[in-house]
């Protein structure tokens, strides 16, 4: 999967939960879930299962924990999926 | 964790705490219940000279029977009198189908969804004496110790 597939994807999950569109609309690498989308801790969870579903991966507590932006989501997943 | 010492771990107390008891509670889900009293302070209000308990108020019982007395017995090795767990609810959906006038008895019924990084997710019933439904939906809270 590319990293362009892998946003997309990472997009689509994501676009239930968030709270500033003009924040969605610019999603990039960098685009962070709390200071940028304004998602709440409980959507965050949210985002954290429907991950696991999409690609089949189970996440612990230090994933949701680091898992803070674009960036540290794409890292995880493609951690998770390689191994 | 026994009945007693959930309920002395609430975080509320009169004229805001609507759990009188707990009858059933595993893993899984609970079942608790609720008598409102003749002189809550909402029905001064809701309605004029027409005393119904207010829907957030079924909700509100709901969610601490449902979700804050079963996150209490999930995270019951973490918490303690000096513990208190910290909650906040996040999201609900309910639907209500009967009115619950002063005195009537509820029981609430909870089934366990998904309780995962701390977030607990209930589906939830509450049912007067006759055994009637009288609201049901999800409640979502952030739950820890």
Redesign the interface.
């Known amino acids: 999967m590319t990293n362009q597939e892998l946003i997309a994807k990472l997009k689509a999950i994501v676009s239930p939960y968030i709270q500033d569109e003009e924040a969605f609309k610019n999603l990039s690498e960098d685009t962070d879930f709390v200071k940028d989308l304004k998602i709440?801790?409980?959507?965050l969870?949210?985002i954290?299962?429907d991950i696991e579903d999409e690609f089949d991966i189970r996440l612990e507590?230090e994933d949701?924990e680091k898992m803070l932006d674009v960036k540290s989501a794409m890292a995880i997943v493609n951690t998770k999926l390689a191994g | 964790m026994t009945v007693s010492k959930i309920i002395t771990l609430l975080p509320y107390q009169k004229p805001f705490l609507f759990v009188d008891g707990i009858n059933t509670i595993s893993e899984e889900g609970i079942t608790g219940h609720y008598t409102f009293q003749k002189n809550e302070t909402f029905y001064e209000g809701h309605f004029k000279n027409n005393p119904i308990t207010p829907g957030v108020i079924l909700t509100e019982c709901m969610a601490q029977i449902g979700l804050v007395c079963l996150g209490i017995y999930l995270l019951k090795d973490e918490l303690n009198s000096e513990n208190l767990p910290k909650i906040?609810l996040?999201?609900h959906q309910m639907d209500f189908y009967l009115p619950v006038f002063p005195e009537e008895k509820v029981t609430v019924i909870s089934e366990k969804k998904?309780f995962?990084?701390?977030?607990l997710k209930c589906k939830v019933k509450m049912f007067n004496e006759k055994g009637e439904l009288v609201a049901k939906g999800l409640i979502?809270?952030?739950m820890k110790a």
């Open positions: 709440n801790s409980a959507n969870v949210d954290i299962l507590n949701m | 906040a996040t999201a998904v995962r990084f701390n977030k979502s809270g952030m």
